[in-house]
């Protein structure tokens, strides 16, 4: 069962615009959250990250928020550009836990 | 350049035939990890490993092994019992276990026909 689900396989934004990535959880446990960027042929890296205790944190163009009540999260990119084109991966991970449970990723595609 | 190498980049195999994929990292990470891609799923975790000489299950290990004999080196290998080893593999390390961050290979893709 998919702890962690990101329901838009691919998305299209122009360049300058406002690109927003989502992702829903499950499990109440989640209290730390991560987006990881792919671009082909290569192995995922790490944007940014958000905590429980926030709900909002931001780095630069990126910004994550948190909606615990809703068991959301979203990653806000402004403005967009054309090499934020890659697959967006979120994950999420428990305290108590030994892993990261990810999400199946969505495709961004940033229009020049 | 500190990072994880993951060779080869693709690999063809025949059914019933193990295989192994490589791991290595030179960036002293304790803890290593391997995953799991296939289509319209995310990154599954197979084994991972918080030490040398240690590793632990993750929520899909049938059919695939590990070893941890190096801090740098965490190969796979798919055996002949794991039933749909066709997919898209990832290995990944973090300073330790507990660490938010992970750092990740460029994938093997396997195909076994």
């Known amino acids: 069962d998919q702890q962690v689900k990101q329901n838009s396989p691919s998305l299209s934004v122009q360049e300058g615009r406002i690109s927003i990535l989502n992702c829903d959880y499950t499990n109440s446990m989640f209290d730390y959250f991560l987006w990881y960027k792919k671009y082909p042929a290569e192995g995922p890296t790490f944007l940014i990250s958000i905590s429980s205790i926030k709900d909002k944190n931001e780095d630069g163009r990126f910004t994550v928020f948190l ?9 806000h990119i402004v403005p967009s550009q054309p090499g934020d084109s ?7 991970s428990a305290i108590t836990g030994n892993q990261f449970y990810f999400g199946t990723g969505t495709s961004l595609t940033v229009i020049p | 350049d500190g990072g994880i190498t993951q060779s080869p980049k693709y690999l063809f195999r025949k059914e019933g035939q193990n295989v192994t994929l490589s791991c290595e990292q030179n960036l002293n990470h304790d803890a290593m990890y391997w995953y799991r891609q296939d289509p319209g799923q995310g990154l599954r975790l197979i084994y991972y490993s918080q030490i040398v000489n240690d590793f632990q299950k993750g929520d899909i290990a049938e059919g695939y092994s590990v070893s941890r004999e190096k801090k740098e080196s965490f190969p796979l290998t798919v055996t002949s019992a794991q039933k749909n080893p066709t997919a898209f593999y990832l290995c990944a390390s973090s300073m330790e276990l507990a660490a938010l961050e992970q750092y990740f290979g460029p994938g093997t893709r ?4």
Request: charged share 10%; net charge positive; aromatic share 10%.
């Open chain 1, 86 to 92: 890659a697959v967006y991966f979120c994950a999420a």
């Open chain 1, 67 to 75: 909606n615990k009540s809703a068991k959301h999260l979203s990653l």
């Open chain 2, 110 to 113: 396997l195909t076994v026909t």
